[in-house]
Each structure stands twice: as structure tokens, then as C-alpha cells.
């Protein structure tokens, strides 16, 4: 369910951007990323339909997939400049509330790369290194990071 919301506000992020903010947007891989959502979400809603219990892996799974989703969106919409950057936090809170502590550990270094590989892409872009804000938010997100899988284990004993 969480994800049908979040493709209808990628879809609407989308229009918004387009009609009031710029056009010059790489536009046919943003699409294609969110299409492709649609896709995977189709085929989850069936998957959910048979009865076979969601292991722990799926949902992992299932959660690189937006990982790798939102990262495309990031990067082709002003990498890690985007505001939308934090919703890496997402994943990795929805990792460290359901799922066991090496997945949490996996969620937690897939979105450093994601979000590093974003950062390097704005550093090699402005010749003389990174602005002191996006290493700050850079810098935040770690923060939240240590602490998201610090206390990871308090979140499962409930």
C-alpha cells in the first residue's frame, strides 16, 4: 500500500516540476523509473495474492528496488541537491522496524552508496569540490544514519 502512495506522488512530483517549475528535465528515464514502479507494483499486489507467506528477504528486495528507483529519480532531478534526498532515510527506518539487523545493516550501506554516488556526481560536476551545504546535508544523513541502526535493536523487542 505505502508503495501505490508513493508512485501516485512520484507521478504528481513529476507533472508539478513539468508544468510549473522547468521542462529541461531528462523526462523519459524519470518516466520510465516510475513506470517501471508501476510494474513492479502490479506484480507485488499478485504475488500478495497467493498464499505464500513475505520473508524477510523479499521484503528487501523489495525495498532496493525503491532504493534504486529513488536514486535514478535523484539523479537525473539534481542528484544530491535534491531536496527529496532524505526519503533514503525511508527505506532504512522501514528496514530497521521490520526487518533483522544484517538486512537493516544492507539497507543501511546500500543508501550510503546510492547517496555517495549522487555526492560524487555533484563534486566532479563543480570543479572546485562540494558546497559546504551539500556536504552538510551529506554529513546529516550519516547522523541519522548511526542513530536509525543504533537503536534498531529497541525497535525489534517491541
Given amino acids: 500500500m505505502l508503495r501505490s502512495w508513493a508512485v501516485l506522488a512520484q507521478f504528481a512530483t513529476l507533472i508539478l516540476v513539468h508544468r510549473f517549475l522547468s521542462t529541461d ?11 517501471f514502479l508501476v510494474l513492479v507494483n502490479l506484480l ?9 507467506p513475505v520473508g ?12 534504486n528507483a529513488l536514486t535514478v529519480l535523484l539523479y537525473f532531478g539534481g ?25 537493516t545493516w544492507g539497507m543501511a550501506a546500500l543508501t550510503v552508496a546510492c547517496y555517495s554516488l549522487l ?3 555533484v563534486c ?18 550519516g547522523s541519522s544514519l548511526r542513530r536509525g541502526c543504533r537503536c534498531h535493536g529497541g525497535t525489534r523487542a517491541r
Fill in 25 to 35: 528535465f531528462a523526462w523519459t528515464p524519470m518516466v520510465g523509473t516510475v513506470v
Fill in 44 to 52: 507485488t499486489w499478485w504475488r500478495l495474492s497467493l498464499d505464500y
Fill in 56 to 67: 524477510n528477504l523479499e521484503l528487501f528486495l523489495q525495498l532496493c528496488l525503491d532504493v
Fill in 79 to 103: 542528484g544530491s541537491t535534491n531536496p527529496f534526498v532524505s526519503l533514503y532515510l525511508l527505506p532504512l527506518v522501514l528496514a530497521a522496524a521490520t526487518l533483522p539487523r544484517r538486512y
Fill in 119 to 121: 555526492m560524487g556526481v
Fill in 124 to 141: 566532479a560536476a563543480a570543479h572546485r569540490g562540494c558546497a559546504c551545504r551539500t556536504r552538510g546535508a551529506y554529513r546529516t544523513y
